[in-house]
């Protein structure tokens, strides 16, 4: 047969998966052809080839094999694999074996198989007897003996596999009877986990952590499926193996699953450490009046106590306050306005409870000469806004005055702070007020106040938020974009500051992009993008020659795009044209460039500044004025030049530096970039991720987990944040590293959980970031009304209460009939009046409370979000929770109120009530203020 020759094995029949209880027979046949006369057949067992033995015969007529187990053991459970093979190729099946630990039968009793009548198995073996003789069994004996033997126990397997069996149970789908709970253990440490499940035909056990299938041979592994009972065993957990576990079980009725959280724990070793001093100020020069502030930067794994004393004695805590930055491990001791007394060594010692370390700083305050004081003043005050809901909102302004001012914002005369919702930005001169997303309740006006020693100035916008669906009900009729003002040619010189406006209309509102020589730009340090009412601005900060070239705005919408154009010229032809003026503001005609050197090594910024009258000039660094001293000199020549000498660089004095100069004509600065590197450490490799983060997606309650794989020489500095808001370790958090792997485990995620998780790595070398979401699915309706759920305990059901929510993050909060479900209220008719959902919003805004001394405070406010928000109460950066002092309530229809028990003199402050779901947070804030009855 010539096809035989020329062809590789097919595999006609394939095997058939089995199941069997301990002590059966079990019997596996397959058709194999075109082997040829040279072919072989292999049977393999986990891979591994079967030998023939006292408990295995294999099998061969022509093109039909099989392989026979006799008096099956739990052991030999598994994958059984036949091989074909010839000259020209081979062709293999597989199929499983599931052992249970009884015989099948009536409750899984053996004993019913000798009900049958000896006829029956006389019958099977008589036939088994005839076709053996003539083709099974080619290699062995004419024996009647040995055929017999054979045909006896070969008749009781085809009894069990293939007769009904009387009192056989009826076929059910699996059931989990016991399940395994969350484990928390430390890396190293065996863990087993196990549950119990039933079923007919019993069922088949498949394990899963976080979504990946174990398999034979995974590393530390292993699986055992005995009667009932289905076992994982890790026998050394790493931290790779915190997830979900799963094990689903299945059968030809049905699936089952049971799961539960593994959570493994860094050692203490990696958790806890002495605390770090990496950044504090060796000197500072002030004149009197001057804000005294020292600041210390600190890395600590557990909180750390830092005590601030002053030429060996402890500080007044009656004038000093500290401040704590989570964000950026930086501590700040301000002692209000400076006099000559507060020279002196301070001394900044931070204490953990695996050590101490400690810092110097030298602070110098001299008497100032009369005259030299200058009132605060704005150069560029607030521009009042108007905008639509969730637009990002920009306040700037720009301050004059020596020393130079403090600034601080509010709004509706609330103070304003840095929190996930207003970021507060300075940059020399330069200040802003960012609102991330503005909203209707957001708008008011917003006042910047900026005092020194010679006085206060302060000045006011107005923000104005509409109501994205009230606009569209009275939207003018579909227009397509307009131009209203066009863009203006500008000369500059540089330095200076340019602005380039024009507007638009359209309807729907049209969206702006902005180009220099056809390239689109982008907001950022350079160029600022925003709005101010009906006009769009550019601003191009400090212009350079570069910066010349044809900007154009491009405005479009549905129904078509506008466009206009202007030339910006940068060059020094524009000095020359204004200098026989009678006066001339100042020009930084060559601007500061950044400047890198080694530490220990010295460092020259130098520019050249015109402008008529002279300028004074000012030279900061990081916002800080630089006096003259032995590690500062500053000069300037007559033509104009002006320079700052560092004697000596050390990393700390990295920054960026500005060269500010003013006359009466007007103010003009130059900045540049320091970098020190560490002479010790050599030029290192930037922090690279070799993995970055991935997006992650999770259901309420189950963990999160975050991981990257950084590179870098000197071995970089990871730091976790969510929402820009600095994560450590904690029980809620888990953050650990496994040689260059990095890991962020949240172990119960919910939905004020979610937001931006951001990985930042930082060395001497510079530092890289990458980000991904976290998204907090909530359960669906029917599963998040349930108030418990049924769990079994052999047959019989019992009910067990749905798993807590943490609460050492988040404020208790409850509902109007006092039920509290994981610290979280559920209204069904709020969470079901959305398909698509809504992010939280303040519907009623939280107001200024006055309250007399001794009586009760209420704040309140009501608020709207589906999927239904979690809320949280702060008092400053304190979580407030249900106790004496304080009683939360919050109603089914939105409404939230914090009430203050007997208030005293400390409750005044500010509070404020944070809402979040899976959509989106906001937040609303208000006074408490305490008068005397």
């Known amino acids: 047969n010539l096809s035989i020759k020329t062809n590789k094995p097919i595999v006609v029949r394939h095997l058939d998966n089995k199941h069997c209880a301990v002590g059966d027979w079990v019997q596996f046949e397959t058709e194999i052809r075109n082997l040829g006369n040279d072919g072989r057949v292999t049977w393999l067992f986990s891979g591994k080839p079967l030998e023939v033995s006292d408990n295995v015969t294999i099998i061969t007529d022509g093109n039909n094999h099989a392989l026979i187990l006799k008096g099956v053991e739990l052991h030999q459970y598994g994958v059984y694999t036949v091989k074909g093979v010839n000259e020209y190729g081979s062709s293999s099946s597989d199929a499983s074996l599931m052992v249970t630990g009884q015989t099948i039968g009536t409750a899984h009793d053996r004993s019913s198989v000798t009900s049958y009548k000896s006829s029956v198995i006389e019958e099977i073996t008589e036939e088994i007897i005839r076709t053996s003789r003539t083709s099974m069994l080619p290699n062995t004996t004419n024996d009647d003996n040995v055929f017999q033997d054979y045909a006896l126990e070969s008749s009781k397997s085809i009894v069990l596999e293939s007769q009904p069996i009387a009192g056989q149970l009826e076929l059910t789908p699996p059931r989990v009877t016991r399940r395994f709970e969350d484990h928390v253990t430390t890396e190293g440490n065996r863990v087993v986990l196990e549950c119990m499940a039933t079923g007919n035909p019993p069922p088949t056990a498949t394990w899963s952590t976080s979504g990946k299938l174990v398999k034979p041979g995974d590393r530390g592994y292993s699986t055992t499926h005995i009667g009932d009972r289905c076992c994982l065993t890790i026998e050394s957990a790493a931290l790779s193996d915190s997830g979900r576990v799963a094990c689903s079980l299945s059968n030809s009725q049905g699936t089952s699953q049971c799961a539960a959280n593994l959570i493994v724990k860094a050692s203490q070793e990696q958790i806890i450490g002495k605390p770090e001093i990496i950044k504090v100020d060796r000197r500072i020069d002030l004149v009197v009046g001057e804000p005294l502030v020292l600041s210390c930067r600190l890395r600590s794994r557990e909180p750390p106590m830092v005590t601030w004393m002053k030429d060996g004695f402890p500080l007044d805590g009656s004038r000093y306050s500290v401040n704590v930055d989570d964000v950026s491990g930086i501590y700040t001791l301000s002692g209000g306005p400076s006099t000559v007394d507060d020279s002196g060594r301070y001394l900044c010692r931070v204490t953990n409870g695996q050590g101490a370390v400690q810092a110097f700083t030298d602070v110098v305050v001299s008497d100032y000469v009369s005259g030299t004081l200058d009132p605060p003043k704005f150069i560029q005050p607030i521009r009042s806004v108007e905008t639509t809901e969730g637009n990002e909102v920009r306040f700037e302004v720009r301050v004059a005055g020596f020393p130079l001012p403090q600034v601080s914002w509010f709004r509706e005369g609330h103070p304003v702070t840095n929190s996930p919702d207003f970021r507060l930005l300075s940059h020399g001169d330069s200040h802003a007020l960012v609102i991330r997303e503005a909203y209707p309740e957001d708008s008011g006006k917003i006042s910047c106040v900026i005092p020194n020693a010679a006085g206060e100035s302060s000045c006011v916008g107005q923000l104005i938020v509409k109501d994205s669906g009230a606009i569209s009900g009275t939207e003018a009729p579909p227009e397509a974009p307009t131009i209203t003002q066009s863009l203006m040619d500008i000369h500059r010189s540089p330095g200076a500051n340019v602005r380039l406006v024009c507007g638009c209309k ?165 900045a540049g970039f320091l970098t020190v590197e560490a002479a010790d450490r050599g030029a290192g490799d930037k922090p690279f991720f070799v993995r970055s983060l991935r997006k992650c997606e999770v259901m309420e309650g189950e963990p999160a987990q975050f991981e990257v794989q950084v590179s870098g020489q000197p071995e970089p500095e990871i730091q976790w944040l969510r929402n820009n808001v600095q994560l450590y370790h904690s029980h809620d958090i888990e953050i650990s590293r496994q040689g260059d792997i990095y890991r962020l485990v949240v172990p119960e995620a919910y939905p004020d959980d979610a937001g931006k998780i951001v990985c930042v790595a930082k060395n001497i070398a510079g530092q890289a970031q990458c980000s991904a979401p976290l998204i907090v699915r909530a359960p669906s309706l029917a599963s998040a009304s349930s108030w418990s759920r049924l769990d079994f305990d052999g047959d019989t059901p019992r009910e067990s209460p749905l798993p807590r929510r943490r609460s050492s993050l988040r404020a208790h909060t409850v509902t109007s009939d006092s039920r509290v479900i994981g610290q979280s209220a559920f209204s069904t008719d709020s969470m079901t009046s959305t398909s698509h959902g809504d992010p939280p919003r303040f519907a009623t805004t939280l107001k200024t409370v006055v309250s007399v001394r001794g009586l009760p405070a209420v704040i309140q406010g009501s608020i709207t979000g589906n999927p239904v928000p979690d809320v949280t109460w702060y008092k400053g950066e304190n979580i407030i929770m249900e106790s004496s002092k304080y009683h939360i309530t919050r109603t089914q229809d939105g409404r939230v109120s914090l009430e203050i028990k007997d208030v005293v003199g400390t409750d005044e402050g500010e509070f404020c009530c944070k809402a979040g779901n899976s959509l989106g947070m906001a937040s609303c804030t208000a006074q408490l203020i305490v008068e005397d009855g």
């Open 506 to 670: 359209g309807s729907p509102k049209p969206q702006v992009a902005w180009f220099k020589n056809h390239n689109k730009l982008k907001h950022g340090t350079k160029f600022k993008i925003y709005e101010e009412g009906k006009q769009h601005v550019l601003m191009v900060n400090n212009s350079s020659i570069a910066d010349s070239g044809e900007f154009m705005a491009r405005f479009t919408n549905p129904l078509g795009q506008d466009e206009t154009q202007c030339s910006l010229i940068v060059d020094e032809s524009n000095v020359t044209a204004v200098s026989d003026s009678s006066s001339q503001p100042p020009v930084a005609v060559q601007p500061l460039s950044d400047v890198s050197v080694m530490e220990g090594k010295p460092a020259t910024f130098s520019c050249l500044i015109q402008g008529r009258p002279e300028p004074e000039i000012i030279w900061t660094v990081n916002g800080n004025r630089i006096r003259p001293s032995k590690y500062f000199r500053i000069n300037r020549t007559p033509d104009g030049t002006c320079r700052l000498h560092l004697s000596e660089c050390f990393p700390e004095d990295s920054g960026q530096y500005v060269c500010e100069a003013r006359n009466t004509a007007g103010v003009a600065s130059t």
